[in-house]
């Protein structure tokens, strides 16, 4: 079992940066792929990004694609997100998801098998 724990959320304006990391423990991290949804208030958790074990594959909604950069160090045993150009839009708690699955990448929710606990991001513009 491995827990996560994500961090570097705040209030930013609009076109500015913010870099999310999501701290593990428990477990390796290279053992698992990894993704960031996020939830905006009275909208579903959307899917953001993801990342499989090894780094060589990685996916991203349309709407992040150009502006944020998933990574992962595990050596340090965290992943990262680095958001650019930051929209009001992209205002949303952010949650790190681990996934144990055969998969080598997936951006369904119900895929992922361990969870953060959020870091909230806003842009205000």
């Known amino acids: 079992q491995v827990q996560l724990v994500e961090s570097g959320g705040g209030l930013v304006q609009a076109g500015g940066s913010l870099r999310l990391s999501c701290a593990a423990s428990g477990r390796t991290l290279s053992s698992y792929s990894m993704g960031w949804f996020r939830r905006a208030p009275g909208k579903e958790r959307e899917f953001v990004a993801v990342?499989?074990?090894?780094?060589?594959?990685?996916d991203y909604v349309d709407s992040v694609k150009g502006r944020f950069t998933i990574s992962r160090d595990d050596a340090k045993n965290t992943m990262y997100l680095q958001m650019n150009s930051l929209k009001p839009e992209d205002t949303a708690v952010y949650y790190c998801?681990?996934?144990?699955?055969?998969?080598?990448?997936?951006?369904?929710?119900?895929?992922?098998?361990?969870w953060g606990q959020g870091t909230q991001v806003t842009v205000s513009s």
């Open positions: 990342i499989s074990k090894s780094g060589g594959t990685i």
């Open positions: 998801a681990a996934s144990q699955r055969l998969f080598t990448i997936t951006r369904r929710d119900y895929h992922y098998d361990y």
